[in-house]
């Protein structure tokens, strides 16, 4: 699975602008839609900082998508985040 810019800016709004959670279903309705559609989702993995198969969390902004299959050779990861945003009236989080 190599997801295009596009792709990932998907994911990256579906996390933090849709309202929808980040998980198997809403990864696979975004990869459809961009033609995506032959991945075993078996083989997908979503870590996420607030805790979901991960040991600690580590807060909320953020999420990983491991994609791996050992007899396939497949071991991608791609992180999901929006990054800083910018608050005049809260310049530590620049």
Not at 39 to 52: A, H, L, Q, R, V
Not at 79 to 94: C, K, N, Q, S
């Amino acid at each position: 699975m190599r997801l295009e810019d596009n792709t990932r800016n998907a994911l990256t709004a579906l996390q933090y602008e849709s309202g929808k959670p980040l998980d198997i279903d809403s990864l696979k309705q975004v990869l459809d839609s961009y033609n995506i559609t032959t991945i075993d989702y078996n083989d997908i993995t979503i870590y996420k900082s607030s805790g979901e198969n991960i040991d600690s969390p580590i807060g909320n902004d953020g999420a990983a998508i491991h994609h791996y299959n050992e007899e396939k050779d497949i071991n991608d990861v791609y992180y999901i985040f929006r990054g800083t945003e910018v608050d005049l009236d809260a310049p530590e989080d620049v």
